[in-house]
């Protein structure tokens, strides 16, 4: 792995320049979508997606944390997302669950302290089980069990607050905000609305976050499932809802009202695909484009929504354009477009006439 810089770490202690006075003072920006760009570059395997990269190529962990970090994300969240004991159960491997966890919470705090003017936050993660079932009680001492352990490594680690995402039934969020809270650390609370527009356990997702609200989660919202166009109106009725700050993490991809998550796209165009639908490996012709994603950061900036960022799909390109549309220069906005150079496109006064005057023929 890469020596760490050189410069003492910036140390912060909780509350202390925080998630909350963060959120008070503007947006803070989140960059998920960990698994679904490492399964891209070939560093884990769709279908179980476990994160086996923290352990077999954590230097690619860690670049892609610097690359959000670069991109501006104001948050480092270690990459334990499905790394949880159902899935490593899976795949046959749940001796790797604590050396995993433990890993992937290093690498984000490393991350972070590469970068000290900024000094993000490190945020641990749960997610859902895949375990919980409504019909059976035993369940639920199950599934707080499974989040006591990690959110325990991930109070260890000293991160700054824990994120609970893409859960699909109340009951379960309330489980997991339950165990966040005995941390004593803040709790965003993320919720994954599919197809019926309502939480598997048949409540609104307006009134879950009220009620995740009351139990003192921090941050309520909506993460992954839903593209930009199909999360924005359930938005609106969580913002009306609650009074802490909203998150929305949506998929960088064009989901409609008739397929309103990325699970349900259709690509009957391509003659090639292994499945009928095109989750999760053809999702391609349906990426949102940065100019989207930035449109998306502002319109929900301007709706109320303050913790904003991507999920499954999402790339660094993403994360910078939803952060210069809220107004930041971010380190790698040095790389920002500028097509006024490009040979043909530009409009550069050095630029050779002939190229330009062939622009239409491009
Ligand atoms: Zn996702």
New binding site residues.
């Given amino acids: 792995m890469k020596a760490l810089v050189k410069e003492s770490p910036v140390t912060k202690t909780n509350g202390d320049n925080g998630l909350l006075e963060r959120l008070e003072a503007g947006a803070v920006i989140c960059a ?2 960990y698994l679904f760009e490492l399964e891209r570059r070939g560093y884990l395997q769709a279908g179980a997606f476990v994160p086996e990269a923290v352990l077999d190529h954590p230097e690619i962990v860690s670049q892609m944390h610097r690359e959000f970090l670069r991109a501006g994300s104001d948050v480092v969240e270690a990459f334990t997302y499905y790394g949880h004991r159902e899935k490593l159960r899976l795949i046959g491997k749940e001796d790797k669950l604590e050396p995993l966890q433990k890993n992937a919470l290093a690498l984000a705090r490393a991350a972070a302290d590469e970068f000290p003017d900024a000094a993000p936050l490190v945020a641990g993660n749960i997610c859902n089980t895949n375990i919980y079932d409504p019909a059976d009680a035993d369940t639920e001492r199950e599934v707080r069990e499974m989040f006591d352990e990690q959110v325990a490594w991930a109070a260890e680690a000293g991160v700054d607050y824990v994120i609970a995402e ?1 859960i699909e039934f109340h009951r379960e969020a309330e489980i997991a905000l339950e165990a966040i809270r005995a941390t004593g650390l803040p709790a965003v609370v993320t919720l994954a609305v599919h197809k019926p527009g309502v939480l598997r356990d048949d409540v609104a997702p307006a009134e879950s976050c009220r009620r995740l609200e009351q139990a003192g989660a921090a941050v309520v919202g909506l ?2 499932a839903r593209g930009p166009a199909t999360m924005t109106g359930l938005l609106a009725e969580i913002r009306k809802a609650v009074a802490c700050p909203v998150a929305a993490l949506p ?1 960088p991809y064009r989901t409609t009202e008739d397929t309103p998550t990325f699970q349900s796209l259709e690509d009957p165009g391509c003659a090639h695909l292994p499945s009928e639908g095109a989750f999760p490996t053809a999702l391609d012709p349906f990426v949102c484009n940065r100019y989207e994603m930035a449109a998306f950061a502002r319109e929900a900036f301007d709706a109320g929504v303050r913790y904003l960022g991507v ?2 799909g999402g790339a660094p390109h993403h994360v910078r354009a939803m952060a210069e549309a809220l107004g930041r220069r971010v380190p790698a906005s040095r790389y920002s477009p500028d097509i006024s150079k490009h040979y043909a496109l530009g409009s550069d006064a050095s630029l050779k006439q002939v190229n330009r005057d062939y622009v239409d023929e491009l």
């Fill in positions: 998920e979508g893409t993460n992954c998929v999920c499954c």
